[in-house]
């Protein structure tokens, strides 16, 4: 790709993560702060009737609605799969270019910190992942690759990721790290400007990436009823090492089970309020240095 046109930051997919919502309002209402002089801006509100009902979603998670099967077929009544439709209308409208760059804001009751969240190895995003994670070193990265339109709205885009942060609560908003979000999205737009008018150097760069390699789920019984918690040990213990034999849940009778992995491995979305619904205790991810 050799510029930038066009570029979306899309706050609240879900509706009760209120950094991407806030940051988006306050966007439309003073557009000059991501208003960049050679590519144009668009600032987008995910999913309105989730957020004005508090709510992650309302029929469907919109997050997972963007994928090919959904987008072309108007035979749907989900209020979420007609909003992706309308999404993708809005970011490739009638005889235009499809968006260059997907910004997508969430939060996390995980103690994710700071995270960029990329759906490809695109070589640009991982230059930029380098240039944030140099700015500000709290900044993670975590790679979860999926193919175009999988279904999350960043999979729109060659250039779309996330900008995961937290430990928030959901419906909640923390000053701190609506602060450093916003700090992130400019720091985005400046390098994309330069970018685009060829300042960005070939510097070497060596960049820490989690490689996403499965998911855990919470033990159960036969009618799928949780039997066990997060292990305190392992309680917003994101990104460090989890080792064969560690604990990692507790049983409500207080007998600890231990990871039986072969090989250690690096736990992200610990404990993710969210993800219960989804099967999904934690990510495991390995870590990997690249050189760019």
Do not use: W
């Not at 993708?88 to 910190?113: C, K, R, S, W, Y």
């Not at 999979?155 to 942060?165: C, T």
């Not at 959901?170 to 685009?196: H, M, P, S, W």
């Not at 960049?207 to 292990?231: C, K, S, W």
């Amino acid at each position: 790709m050799n510029q930038i046109n066009r570029l979306a930051i899309v706050g609240g997919s879900h509706g009760n993560e209120l950094i991407g919502v806030y940051l988006v309002k306050k966007f439309q209402k003073y557009p000059d702060l991501i208003k960049r002089a050679n590519f144009e801006t668009l600032s987008l509100l995910g999913n309105p009737q989730a957020i004005a009902a508090g709510r992650r979603y309302i029929d469907k998670d919109l997050n997972r609605c963007f994928t090919e099967n959904n987008l072309p077929t108007d035979k749907t009544s989900i209020y979420e799969e007609l909003r992706a439709k309308e999404i993708q209308q809005i970011l490739q409208p009638q005889n235009q270019e499809f968006v260059d760059a997907i910004i997508d804001l969430h939060t996390t009751t995980a103690n994710m910190g700071l995270c960029i969240i990329l759906g490809n190895m695109h070589p640009l995003l991982l230059r930029l992942a380098a240039n944030l994670s140099a700015i500000n070193p709290l900044v993670k990265v975590y790679s979860h690759q999926q193919p175009r339109n999988s279904g999350f709205l960043r999979s729109l885009s060659e250039l779309g990721f996330a900008i995961e942060v937290g430990a928030v609560a959901q419906g909640i908003l923390n000053a701190e790290l609506f602060q450093q979000t916003e700090q992130l999205i400019y720091a985005v737009l400046d390098y994309f400007e330069e970018f685009n008018q060829g300042k960005i150097k070939s510097n070497n760069h060596t960049l820490t990436v989690y490689q996403f390699i499965g998911v855990v789920d919470y033990p159960r019984n036969e009618d799928g009823e949780i039997q066990a918690m997060i292990h305190p040990q392992l309680q917003f213990r994101d990104y460090e090492p989890l080792h064969p034999g560690d604990p990692i849940f507790l049983t409500f009778e207080n007998k600890e089970i231990f990871y039986e992995g072969e090989s250690t491995v690096y736990p992200i979305f610990i404990n993710e309020a969210a993800y219960y619904e989804k099967g999904i205790a934690m990510y495991l991810s390995q870590k990997e240095m690249i050189h760019l």
